[in-house]
């Protein structure tokens, strides 16, 4: 992935160009498309500051659970394939194909 960091805010940006559609989807089915997820920024000094403020409400500890799974990163999956669209089972990409830890899929194509 491209990463891109400025402040607090982390962004990893993935993207896949077009390819035919049957053959990127044997490749997916053969687990052949694999992604690398950005590693946690363990030198980031904002995760061990003893100055932060342990007051938030619990409405913010499903949002902080996913930022520690994605390790502070914003994951983003750019595409430019067809979406499953009754195109049938080998024509498309399928959302379930996509990994579950992307937070943001932009199809390009359509």
């Known amino acids: 992935p491209v990463l891109i960091h400025k402040g607090e805010t982390k962004v990893a940006l993935y993207g896949m160009g077009s390819m035919r559609d049957e053959r990127l989807n044997r490749m997916w089915q053969g687990k052949k498309v694999r992604f690398l997820k950005a590693n946690p920024d363990k030198d980031n000094n904002n995760d061990s500051d003893d100055n932060s403020d342990d007051d938030d409400d619990d409405d913010n500890s499903d949002?902080?659970?996913?930022?520690?799974?994605?390790?502070?990163?914003?994951?983003?999956?750019?595409?430019?394939q067809n979406r499953d669209l009754g195109r049938g089972s080998k024509n498309c990409v399928h959302e379930s194909m996509i990994p579950e830890w992307m937070d943001l899929v932009v199809w390009g194509h359509e």
């Open 63 to 80: 949002n902080d659970k996913d930022k520690e799974e994605n390790g502070g990163w914003f994951n983003i999956f750019a595409l430019h």
